[in-house]
């Protein structure tokens, strides 16, 4: 098991809170919101335990650091159905193609910055 990619995403990503902070004159974060995509490269589980140590030192030293995982939708590009890719396995449930339009799942985004 590898957290060093995962580190370095946390570490911009409280670095990008701090920076919101201080031009927002916020002295502490109560919690941060990350939406992950089921198909991101980024592992739910390595964010958590990278956390502590990424904000260690900061002002998201007490941040509840809250996780919203996204559904992987796609389209199929043959019949236009609207599905979940992972639950499928990446084949229409309508026509059985296996040619889908990635529509949502892969994101990795700041979603919320809540302060006290």
Same mark, same amino acid.
């Given at each position: 098991?590898?957290?060093?990619?995962?580190?370095?995403?946390?570490?911009?990503?409280?670095?990008?809170?701090?920076?919101?902070?201080?031009?927002?004159?916020?002295?502490?974060?109560?919690?941060?919101?990350?939406?992950?995509?089921?198909?991101?490269?980024?592992?739910?589980?390595?964010?958590?335990?990278?956390?502590?140590?990424?904000?260690?030192?900061?002002?998201?030293?007490?941040?509840?650091?809250?996780?919203?995982?996204?559904?992987?939708?796609?389209? =199929?590009?043959? =019949?236009?159905?609207?599905?979940?890719?992972?639950?499928?396995?990446?084949?229409?449930?309508? =026509?059985?193609?296996?040619?889908?339009?990635?529509?949502?799942?892969?994101?990795?985004?700041?979603?919320?910055?809540?302060?006290?």
């Amino acid at each position: 098991m590898t957290l060093v990619h995962e580190l370095g995403v946390v570490i911009e990503v409280v670095n990008t809170v701090e920076r919101f902070a201080q031009a927002n004159n916020v002295s502490r974060i109560d919690s941060l919101v990350l939406q992950i995509g089921e198909m991101s490269s980024m592992v739910p589980k390595y964010i958590e335990a990278v956390y502590p140590a990424a904000i260690e030192g900061t002002n998201l030293a007490d941040a509840e650091l809250i996780i919203e995982i996204l559904p992987a939708n796609g389209m =199929c590009r043959d =019949c236009k159905k609207v599905y979940h890719l992972t639950e499928t396995k990446g084949v229409c449930p309508s =026509c059985s193609s296996k040619n889908p339009e990635i529509l949502s799942g892969r994101e990795f985004m700041i979603k919320e910055i809540r302060c006290v």
